[in-house]
């Protein structure tokens, strides 16, 4: 994310509040199905395939699901809230460019006739809401890393090609995959995410595209559009595309790194400053250096929902990889154009390293902006900056300059957002017991599992 100031994103391609006017318009770009999407707690694409001829009912009453068979609602199986409706936000229509004949809406829910208050988007809905009392709007850039890879023999792993040791912006593998990635910016493009940038990442096999940045909602909305028409292409080429965090131990994990502004109703930016000399001359205003305070204050609670897997945590260890490092934080702290800290300063903005590529975006940008906003109602200190590399000190040196671990299993993360009262209220108690009784859950069902590592090494010990 490159700009500071807000760019113009293009409008939907369908932007009509009245649904026989959309129809009409789909009828011209010949669509004959529209994907009713929303995003279930894990972050998941769900949804289904609405005829043109009934768009009218996906608006009001909405598409019905059965609560219950959706992962994170909690809904029963009987009476009058089994029943999850998503309604379509008219807004966000939109042609699938890779599937043509195909449109997405994007669905809220409700459950007996009132917003659902565990639907990620409603609850980012909140926080937004939250935001614009205040006359301010989030603006988030997201920056998916991701894996692509080919089976071979029953396993997955990047092409014969890509064997590099330090593989990171390596122009041959890059083009190896050029007709993936062309098919993909130009689906983007056509959605109006404007893709500026694509690399080879620091594995073999992993690739980041940069496209621009919007409002936190739009942001999480595009992120979801950007996995659907990846996992799709990707299929279509014989590829497997995969958010994994940490698919290969010897590689570094993929994270979803978030540039974060915010601006005020004339669009001014309020996080950035000319003079901050009180401070660490960064370029930041008082107001985004409490936010940050609030984003470091909380972290070890907002883990929980920017690494949501177990698999999260083999990439939030401070180690090795085979490229040289991980690029991924583990202890709390941030620095100027710092990489190895959970927040760097780039740009007069704040680009927080935590979230993973499996995180629920609606979620982490929600769960971001309470604890940004607790930092600015509370009036935080974020303390000193560090601006050494985290990575290369001993424990002794982190623990003079104050430096905390992050949780380092998921676990851990579960037990530090069950103690922030302060997420817990902000997000909604009924939310944050559901998602803790799926997390502690698939905690549980790892700790029990028995892996190859421990047999080849203790069978035959004792």
Same mark, same amino acid.
């Given at each position: 994310?490159?700009?500071?100031?807000?760019?113009?994103?293009?409008?939907?391609?369908?932007?009509?509040?009245? =649904?026989?006017?959309?129809?009409?318009?789909?009828?011209? =770009?010949?669509?004959?199905?529209?994907?009713?999407?929303?995003?279930?707690?894990?972050?998941?694409?769900?949804?289904?395939?609405?005829?043109?001829? =009934?768009?009218?009912?996906?608006?009001?009453?909405?598409?019905?699901?059965?609560?219950?068979?959706?992962?994170?609602?909690?809904?029963?199986?009987?009476?009058?809230?089994?029943?999850?409706?998503?309604?379509?936000?008219?807004?966000?229509?939109?042609?699938?460019?890779?599937?043509?004949?195909?449109?997405?809406?994007?669905?809220?829910?409700?459950?007996?006739?009132?917003?659902?208050?565990?639907?990620?988007?409603?609850?980012?809905?909140?926080?937004?809401?939250?935001?614009?009392?205040?006359?301010?709007?989030?603006?988030?850039?997201?920056?998916?890393?991701?894996?692509?890879?080919?089976?071979?023999?029953?396993?997955?792993?990047?092409?014969?090609?890509?064997?590099?040791?330090?593989?990171?912006?390596?122009?041959?593998?890059?083009?190896?995959?050029?007709?993936?990635?062309?098919?993909?910016?130009?689906?983007?493009?056509?959605?109006?995410?404007?893709?500026?940038?694509?690399?080879?990442?620091?594995?073999?096999?992993?690739?980041?595209?940069?496209?621009?940045?919007?409002?936190?909602?739009?942001?999480?909305?595009?992120?979801?559009?950007?996995?659907?028409?990846?996992?799709?292409?990707?299929?279509?080429?014989?590829?497997?595309?995969?958010?994994?965090?940490?698919?290969?131990?010897?590689?570094?994990?993929?994270?979803?790194?978030?540039?974060?502004?915010?601006?005020?109703?004339?669009?001014?930016?309020?996080?950035?400053?000319?003079?901050?000399?009180?401070?660490?001359?960064?370029?930041?205003?008082?107001?985004?250096?409490?936010?940050?305070?609030?984003?470091?204050?909380?972290?070890?609670?907002?883990?929980?929902?920017?690494?949501?897997?177990?698999?999260?945590?083999?990439?939030?260890?401070?180690?090795?990889?085979?490229?040289?490092?991980?690029?991924?934080?583990?202890?709390?702290?941030?620095?100027?154009?710092?990489?190895?800290?959970?927040?760097?300063?780039?740009?007069?903005?704040?680009?927080?390293?935590?979230?993973?590529?499996?995180?629920?975006?609606?979620?982490?940008?929600?769960?971001?902006?309470?604890?940004?906003?607790?930092?600015?109602?509370?009036?935080?200190?974020?303390?000193?900056?560090?601006?050494?590399?985290?990575?290369?000190?001993?424990?002794?040196?982190?623990?003079?300059?104050?430096?905390?671990?992050?949780?380092?299993?998921?676990?851990?993360?579960?037990?530090?957002?069950?103690?922030?009262?302060?997420?817990?209220?902000?997000?909604?108690?009924?939310?944050?017991?559901?998602?803790?009784?799926?997390?502690?859950?698939?905690?549980?069902?790892?700790?029990?599992?028995?892996?190859?590592?421990?047999?080849?090494?203790?069978?035959?010990?004792?």
């Amino acid at each position: 994310m490159n700009p500071i100031s807000p760019v113009r994103v293009k409008a939907p391609l369908f932007p009509a509040s009245d =649904h026989t006017d959309v129809q009409a318009t789909l009828l011209k =770009h010949n669509i004959r199905f529209v994907f009713a999407q929303f995003t279930d707690i894990h972050g998941s694409a769900k949804g289904k395939l609405i005829p043109l001829s =009934h768009l009218e009912q996906i608006v009001c009453p909405g598409a019905g699901f059965s609560g219950a068979s959706i992962w994170g609602t909690g809904l029963p199986r009987t009476g009058p809230r089994a029943e999850y409706y998503g309604r379509a936000d008219l807004s966000t229509l939109q042609r699938m460019p890779w599937l043509p004949g195909y449109a997405r809406v994007i669905l809220d829910g409700y459950v007996a006739g009132q917003p659902f208050s565990l639907c990620p988007r409603q609850i980012l809905h909140q926080q937004v809401a939250r935001l614009a009392e205040r006359g301010w709007t989030l603006n988030a850039g997201l920056e998916p890393e991701f894996f692509l890879l080919e089976e071979s023999n029953g396993k997955f792993d990047s092409e014969t090609g890509d064997r590099l040791d330090k593989p990171s912006y390596d122009t041959k593998s890059l083009l190896r995959r050029s007709r993936f990635l062309e098919k993909l910016s130009t689906s983007l493009d056509a959605c109006g995410l404007q893709v500026f940038q694509i690399d080879h990442e620091d594995a073999n096999g992993q690739f980041e595209i940069n496209y621009h940045y919007a409002d936190a909602l739009k942001a999480a909305d595009n992120f979801m559009l950007f996995k659907m028409a990846a996992q799709h292409i990707a299929e279509e080429e014989g590829l497997l595309f995969s958010m994994m965090p940490k698919p290969f131990a010897e590689r570094p994990g993929s994270g979803l790194h978030f540039h974060l502004s915010v601006t005020d109703i004339d669009g001014k930016a309020i996080f950035s400053a000319e003079d901050d000399s009180d401070q660490t001359g960064l370029g930041l205003s008082p107001l985004a250096y409490q936010f940050l305070a609030g984003l470091l204050q909380h972290a070890p609670a907002l883990t929980a929902f920017c690494a949501p897997t177990v698999n999260s945590y083999k990439r939030l260890m401070c180690g090795e990889s085979l490229s040289g490092t991980s690029w991924a934080p583990a202890f709390i702290g941030y620095g100027d154009n710092n990489r190895t800290t959970v927040a760097r300063i780039v740009s007069q903005r704040i680009e927080w390293r935590l979230a993973d590529s499996a995180a629920n975006s609606y979620l982490a940008l929600a769960a971001v902006i309470a604890a940004g906003l607790d930092g600015i109602e509370r009036a935080l200190n974020p303390g000193p900056a560090v601006n050494r590399d985290i990575y290369q000190m001993t424990s002794e040196e982190r623990s003079e300059l104050g430096l905390h671990a992050l949780p380092q299993n998921l676990g851990l993360a579960n037990d530090a957002l069950r103690r922030d009262q302060l997420l817990s209220q902000a997000l909604g108690l009924d939310f944050i017991h559901e998602f803790l009784r799926l997390k502690n859950a698939e905690w549980v069902e790892y700790s029990q599992h028995v892996s190859s590592w421990e047999t080849a090494r203790y069978l035959n010990r004792f």
